[in-house]
């Protein structure tokens, strides 16, 4: 039997259930599939909230979803098996987007098939349809497919198909499993450029009279469609390499970029490019398997150089994918042939912080100013000057991506450190930002996709803050971490590698004695390549900053504590040379016993203005030499007291 999934026992409590969700829903009379009344998708002519809706439903009606407030659209399959043709001729995979786990199928009549999403944040959609000329009567249109979207609604369950006489259903249940998905990536290529791809798939009919199709609106494009690499080096004059083409597959889209470029793609594991091959240096173009392949999670088979446009200027080129092998490629590699091989060193951005193809995690607790220190870091590596006492080897090009706050306060800030620092126009021209204004998510294929476009010619992206980058993942969740992580590789390798800047939380009680763990987010801390752990503390001496540091190229390195000065943050000077008096000084300022070392060593920073490990060696070195002593109190078990040797306890 059939499973039916609903989100309520009745059509009220169904109807209750979906205004829940954002969704706004419409009545139906019963037998229809559309609204009778006037102003049905405006204002006052749906129902958002769960009690109208249980007043409302249960006489037998049936009821939609209006998609504009809504915020959802829909993939309306009326021509199951044509559009499959429909979409292929576009390069999409409809068969990938049904079987998509995380799919939401509305299910009804069997022939036919509706899968709804989430419209993007800042994305407007209109409805659009694909219809072929009739097989049956000369002169009509039919219906292929329709991308549904704003002030139009589609049938909800468990309404009652007026033709099959049977409740509509759910495919699965979205509400207790994260809710409808985004937009695939590339459902939304295909409605924001409909008009380009409208004649390809009108021609895909295959009893379509030549010419009916609509005419290209730029005759001049580049891209070309073909059925196979085969088809393509016969429609271009091309040279099979030796022994023929690598392996078999479909040419979903190529680009005729140039002789210099990449051209194109077919089922996500092999590139067309130029070659120069040793015959003479005659150019040739053969399918490559050096590049990363195209991951085909709801059918994202449409070419990732759609998301770029051809220019000069950083983050203008077309997205790059970097040179991952692919898995019918990959080799094992003895341990000797690796010690022969030369890998170089890291290049580093800023000393012993941040390197190319790596991750840095700046982390902090709310509004302590681990965005005005990841700012000062960015600008010293654009302009090639020290940050704090970490020497930055030569000027980089920055790009900032900032999620929080407001441009206008940005520019302030931005303003404090020209004039603080110095800075001056060279200097500013190579740190760039972007302000996301709420619209780019990293967990949205569309978003990650548009970091990756503007990252392009830069060699250090800064991302303010990661949870304002996310939409529906869950930063606690081992598997929705996959999606974080796999972006950040992807940022990190692409073109010739990057450094990312990565600012975060801390988790909740965050003092520095945690560690690395103190970072938030599942598997997030043993992701990241090195921890910048910053703490605001304040005294009643007055306000001081410290920085721990987690750094996999230099584990030993000691904390450091800051000051402020308008808006640079600068190290603080020692008071002292941190020794055993120290230590012996600040255990008998506080009455001659402190309890656990964390508390020897807080005062002991705040006394000399010397790092924690600097703090924990001369406590070691007075427990050693005999000036202090560790002792237990009786009844309390593992709780260590340090005291002056002198003292009679």
Known sequence: MTATFLPGTTIAECAAAYTKMGWSVVEIPRGSKAPRHGGWNTPGGYVTSPDAARKTWGRGQNMGVVLGPSRVCTLDLDDLENSRGALKAVGIDLDLLLDDETAVRLIGNPAHAKLVFGVPEGVELSTKKLNWPSSVKAGEMTGIFELRAGPVQDILPPSIHPDTQQPYRWGRPFWDNGGVPPLAQVLEYLWTDWDKYLPRMEAACPWAPPGSSTPLKDPTTQTVWSASFDDFALEHGLVPPPGGWIGDGSLHRCDAAGPDGVVGRNDGAYFLHTDEPENGGIQNWHRHTGMQPWKPARGNQVAQTEMGTNGSQPGTAPVKTPDIMVLETMQTESAWDLLQRDIPPPDYMIEGITAREEVTGTMGGPKEGKSGLSVQAMLSAAAGRSFLCFPVPKPRRVLFVTAEGSERRFKERIIMFRDEMGLEERDL?????????????????????????????????????????????????????????????????????????????????????????????????????????????????????????????????????????????????????????????VIEDAGGQIQTRAKVIAPLMEFTNMGERSCLDALARAIRDGKVRAVTRKGIAGKSYYVPSSSND
């Open 429 to 585: 021209r190579d740190f760039h930002h972007v302000h996301t204004k709420g619209q780019i998510r990293i967990d949205n294929p569309a978003g990650a996709a548009t970091i990756l476009r503007l990252a392009q010619g830069f060699d250090i992206v800064g991302l303010d803050t990661m949870y304002a980058l996310l939409t529906t993942v869950d930063e606690n969740s081992h598997k929705d971490f996959r999606i974080i992580s796999s972006f950040l590789d992807e940022l990190k390798y692409s073109e010739e590698g990057k450094a990312v800047w990565l600012l975060h939380h801390f988790t909740k009680n965050a003092g520095g004695e945690g560690g690395v763990n103190e970072v938030r987010g599942a598997g997030l801390a043993g992701y990241i390549d090195s921890v910048l752990r910053f703490y605001k503390r304040r005294k009643p001496a007055g306000t001081h900053y410290e920085i721990r540091f987690d750094l996999r190229n230099e584990p030993e390195r000691d904390s450091l504590l800051l000051v402020r000065n308008g808006s640079l943050f600068a190290l603080a000077p020692p008071k002292t040379r941190v020794g055993t008096v120290h230590v012996v000084q």
